[in-house]
């Protein structure tokens, strides 16, 4: 089983920063990409940041400039940098990677519980 937890929302004012980071865990042969999302209400999940194996990242229009994801292969973590924030910002954040469990297996799409970010103006 593989699991990912999310940590590191919060409060905070607009203009203000804050870092997210996701620990991937359990049985992992290798982890291909992880991402993270992002689900404001009333409104459909919508990728915010994608970071593949190489380590190429690609980024919503919305967050560029302000957002880094960025990795820590030996901890099995994803991190996202979030500077210069904005109320629009403020969802619930989820974490996705999709995971290969056994060599020669494809790989599995797995999701966080989520962490909420609230960004005050």
């Known amino acids: 089983q593989v699991q990912l937890v999310e940590s590191g929302g919060g409060l905070v004012q607009a203009g203000g920063s804050l870092r997210l980071s996701c620990a991937a865990s359990g049985t992992i042969f290798r982890i291909n990409t992880m991402a993270w999302y992002r689900q404001a209400p009333g409104k459909q999940r919508e990728l915010v940041a994608h970071i593949t194996s190489g380590g190429t990242t690609n980024y919503a229009d919305s967050v560029k400039g302000r957002f880094t994801i960025s990795k820590d292969n030996a901890k099995n973590t994803v991190y996202l940098q979030m500077d210069s924030l904005k109320p629009e910002d403020t969802a619930v954040y989820h974490c996705?990677?999709?995971?290969?469990?056994?060599?020669?297996?494809?790989?599995?799409?797995?999701w966080g519980q989520g962490t909420q970010v609230t960004v005050s103006s």
């Open positions: 996705n990677a999709d995971i290969t469990i056994r060599w020669g297996r494809s790989g599995n799409n797995y």
